[in-house]
């Protein structure tokens, strides 16, 4: 079965200091992967997602960026983090079946505190 | 473009009874699909059920249903014999075969009284 792994769980970080969050699938191939983000109380903005290795389209223009070293390995990070950047941070896969990718299962998510 | 609304921020419903979420949406795509996710206090994001655009049944999973109005773009969840365990919020959402996104709506929160 496919499980997905995000780390750290929490993490409280200065203003102006770099970012690096991991998310990990395992017993899938080549899935898409994506990254969210939730503030309080509201609902999910897609920031990144990717069909492949080294391939990232961005949602959103902003100080963040996303990578894809391995076929299941997804990385966001910052190389300077803004309070605004405090949120929950989800990642998301999802993998072609029947001719759509349309499910997307999520990972226990990040809560990124910037201070 | 895609859009998902969800017009009750909060719900309340007795344990064992059953409970209605709304949700409308709007898409130009011809092939899409629906979904429901519940987000319980540990935020983790768990798909609760999924719905072909294009199958006229209602989708079904144990306890959940969903009655899906293809013309009015109307998607509600049916929620029967509440448990404590369905205390969350929960997301209505909306995946376009054409741009690859799933967009939400801002989520309802239900709260189950026992």
């Known amino acids: 079965s496919q499980t997905i792994h995000q780390w750290p769980a929490t993490l409280v970080q200065p203003v102006g200091s770099p970012l690096s969050l991991e998310c990990t699938v395992e017993g899938t191939s080549n899935p898409n992967l994506y990254w969210y983000r939730q503030a309080a109380g509201r609902g999910l903005q897609l920031l990144f997602y990717?069909?492949?290795?080294?391939?990232i389209s961005s949602e959103v223009p902003q100080n963040l960026s996303a990578s894809r070293p391995q076929d299941r390995q997804f990385i966001l990070s910052s190389k300077k983090l803004l309070l605004s950047d405090s949120g929950f941070y989800l990642c998301a896969w999802s993998v072609w079946a029947g001719g759509a990718s349309d499910t997307q299962y999520f990972g226990p998510g990040t809560r990124l505190t910037v201070l | 473009a895609q859009t998902v609304t969800q017009s009750q921020p909060e719900m309340s419903v007795q344990e064992a009874e059953t409970v209605t979420l709304s949700c409308t949406y709007d898409t130009s795509e011809s092939d899409y699909y629906l979904f429901w996710y519940k987000q319980p206090p540990s935020r983790q994001m768990i798909l609760v059920i999924r719905q072909e655009a294009y199958k006229q049944q209602n989708a079904t999973e144990n306890r959940f249903s969903v009655n899906f109005q293809k013309a009015a773009k109307s998607f509600s969840l049916k929620i029967s014999d509440s448990q404590l365990g369905d205390a969350a919020m929960y997301f209505c959402?909306?995946?376009?075969?054409?741009?690859?996104?799933?967009?939400f709506g801002t989520g309802t929160l239900l709260a189950v009284q026992p």
């Open positions: 990717s069909v492949g290795i080294g391939q």
């Open positions: 959402a909306s995946y376009g075969g054409a741009t690859n996104k799933l967009i």
